[in-house]
């Protein structure tokens, strides 16, 4: 399940639920580190792989969870 310390693999951006901190790369992967504070944390805390939530009018789907 999504929450503080994941890593979350979706179809269209990956995140580290941490802090909020600019993009970072970690073994050529594109990461960024979002707060549990954030509205698109609160979107996705709690989900598991292959279940989708929505942000704005983003949709996305949770492809790998770390």
């Known amino acids: 399940y999504v929450k503080l310390g994941s890593a979350v693999v979706t179809d269209k951006d990956t995140f580290f639920v941490s802090a909020s901190v600019e993009r970072f790369e970690v073994a ?6 979002l707060s549990v504070k954030s509205p698109l944390f609160k979107a996705m805390e709690g989900l598991k792989v292959r279940d989708n939530f929505t942000y704005g009018t983003r949709n996305y789907h949770i492809i790998d969870l770390f």
Do not use: R
Not at 28 to 33: K, Q, R, T
């Open 28 to 33: 050529g992967l594109s990461i960024f580190g």
